[in-house]
């Protein structure tokens, strides 16, 4: 499927991608999602399609624990995070809730661009510019996981937490 | 065979091979996990989801905090509230209920031990390496797993050795150490890794300031922060009466570090972080001309007792500057009685503070103290980044607790040693 290319900067927080004020909104998530990004990008929530793609630069998801903030972003039908690096926890979140977090060089994408996604083939396809940007596998731990529906789905499945 | 690192140690001692490395994946057992009321509600949702395992949750060791919204400000975090209260409560697990304190203060006061390994669903779990635990943040489903199993899984982290030499000066305090410390790093300089502070300087450095120096290591994107158990570490030990839990730990002298920083903390400033990042880290001197309409002591990078003695020692017998808000939190019940006993609530409340609920107050932008539009914060929290506060138009500089406390009594950011 292909999507449209929603660029952010370098060192985007948990707190712009769901801020600590909409607290009282973690038990509506859907209510919650309707805030994604917006202290980042006003139009943001409101325009996202499904399918889009978040593209950040450096660090994406820095600061909080918060499994809310790939959550919501994947709420608003986001098909992958890319970024140049991500902070650790919102990697391993977005993992363990099976949201693609791809580690790529996103310097060349632009705002717009139309992307489509082959995961297990490690590439990245603008359709607009008609590239291929590749990136390297996943640890075999997380493309299990992210394979399996998630870390509840894979924990559930092997009955126990085991590596892959 | 080369020696091990702290991280290495810590976690090495959690698996079954009794040893790791860095770069190895492994499984670890979990002394302890905790939750709280920003993330709970989630938590319990995983929980649930999770049918098929065993339980092997430790009643003992899994702890529910309420510190975030402490009190509930509105009926639906009240609700949530309720919703983990009464899940703590019918399951008999510990409960650190609204006023307790912050979760990583009352960890350290009330659970942990030096050679622990805990994690939890807040990215300041790294605070517990002041007292050389090994605790990293995780999100919902990672604790709850963790939570049911009593298990995880980590890739051992690499090693950046922080080699802090020399003594810090009157006025200058752990705070600024770690402001510089990620002045140097940037907010991706440690992304993964493990900051390990050892030199002269740390040896000197009391507990409270070393959970200031390891709370903060989330900042540079490290997995934990970690400084060595030795006799300040028993001190602190007996001090919250767990002395026999406490053991000695070292890295080895013939450890392999990725790379190794040092600083001269003889040659060090009180140090602020401008806004919107706790990485954009001046000098307070270069801070000076900035007017403060609100200036926040609390949270779990500062405000420990050591702390709350010296916010009094400045604040005795004087007066907030005019119109400016002063908002002091302590980070625990315990806290709290100890600045009761010693007179400080009385030295605070003279000099105009308002003393509100120990627990995450300003810093999480999700009870009282949410500044105007356009308003600037001097907090003693760990984070400036745009919204923390609970206003994306106002922002918010980092400072030391001293640096807070003079800049309360002028009204703009002023260096601490012009009052001490």
């Known amino acids: 499927m292909v999507g449209r290319a929603w660029k952010f900067g370098d060192n985007i927080s948990t707190d712009e991608i769901t801020p600590g004020r909409y607290m009282g909104l973690r038990s509506n998530m859907p209510e919650l999602a309707k805030h994604t990004l917006e202290d980042a990008r006003k139009e943001f929530p409101s325009s996202v399609k499904q399918g889009d793609f978040v593209v950040g630069g450096r660090n994406f998801g820095m600061g909080s624990s918060r499994e809310h903030a790939p959550l919501v972003i994947k709420m608003c039908g986001v098909t992958a995070v890319l970024a140049q690096s991500f902070a650790r926890i919102f990697y391993r979140n977005a993992i363990n809730i099976g949201l693609p977090a791809i580690v790529c060089d996103t310097t060349k994408i632009n705002e717009g661009d139309e992307l489509e996604l082959h995961l297990s083939d490690g590439v990245v396809e603008d359709v607009t510019k008609k590239t291929k940007i590749t990136f390297p596998p996943m640890s075999s731990t997380m493309d299990a996981i992210l394979n399996e529906g998630g870390l509840i789905a894979y924990v559930e499945k092997h009955g126990d937490l085991v590596l892959s | ?420």
């Not at chain 2, 003992?60 to 975030?68: K, L, P, Y």
């Not at chain 2, 907010?187 to 502070?197: I, M, N, P, V």
């Not at chain 2, 009685?337 to 105009?352: H, N, V, W, Y």
């Not at chain 2, 506060?389 to 001293?402: C, I, M």
């Open chain 2, 1 to 420: 065979m080369t020696g091990k690192t702290l991280a290495e140690k810590l976690i090495g001692s959690h698996t079954a091979k009794g040893s790791a490395s860095a770069g190895d994946v492994v499984i670890v057992t979990v002394d302890y996990t905790f939750s709280h009321d920003a993330a709970g509600l989630l938590l319990i949702q995983q929980l649930n989801q999770l049918k098929r395992i065993p339980s092997g949750v430790d009643k003992n060791r899994t702890v529910f905090f309420i510190d975030h919204a402490a009190p509930s400000p509105t009926k639906e975090l009240s609700n949530d509230q309720a919703t983990i209260r009464n899940y703590a409560l019918n399951n008999d697990l510990i409960l650190s209920d609204a006023g307790n304190g912050i979760c990583h203060q009352v960890l350290a006061e009330d659970y942990l031990s030096p050679g622990d390994l805990i994690v939890g669903t807040d990215s300041h779990s790294c605070t517990a390496g002041g007292l050389c635990a090994f605790g990293t943040g995780m999100g919902a489903t990672d604790i709850a797993i963790a939570m049911k199993l009593r298990k995880t899984w980590l890739r051992v982290p690499e090693s950046v050795k922080m080699n802090i030499r020399g003594r810090l000066s009157r006025g200058v305090s752990a705070k600024d150490l770690i402001l510089k410390t990620l002045s140097i790093l940037g907010t991706d300089g440690a992304t993964y890794k493990s900051l390990e502070f050892d030199g002269t300087a740390i040896d000197e450095l009391d507990v409270y300031g070393r959970l200031t120096l390891t709370n903060m290591a989330v900042e540079a994107g490290a997995k934990t922060g970690l400084v060595k158990s030795d006799e300040r570490t028993r001190k602190y030990m007996k001090e919250v009466e767990r002395e026999k839990k406490w053991k000695e730990i070292q890295a080895d002298a013939d450890a392999s570090y990725e790379s190794e920083i040092e600083i001269n903390a003889s040659e060090l400033q009180p140090q602020v972080a401008f806004p919107d990042s706790p990485a954009n880290v001046k000098p307070v001197s270069e801070a000076k001309n900035v007017k403060v309409n609100e200036v926040f002591i609390g949270t779990c990078t500062n405000t420990r007792i050591e702390d709350m003695r010296i916010v009094a020692q400045i604040l005795k017998g004087r007066q907030k500057a005019r119109g400016l808000k002063l908002i002091v939190t302590p980070p625990s019940k315990k806290v709290y009685l100890k600045c009761m006993e010693e007179g400080i609530l009385e030295k605070l409340l003279q000099a105009g503070a308002t003393i509100t609920t120990p627990g995450c107050g300003v810093c999480y932008g999700a009870v009282g103290g949410i500044p105007a539009d356009n308003e600037v914060i001097l907090s003693t929290s760990n984070r400036n980044f745009p919204g923390r506060t609970g206003n994306p138009k106002a922002q918010t500089y980092l400072g030391s607790p001293a640096t807070a406390s003079a800049t309360a009594i002028t009204g703009y950011i002023t260096d601490p040693r012009e009052f001490i």
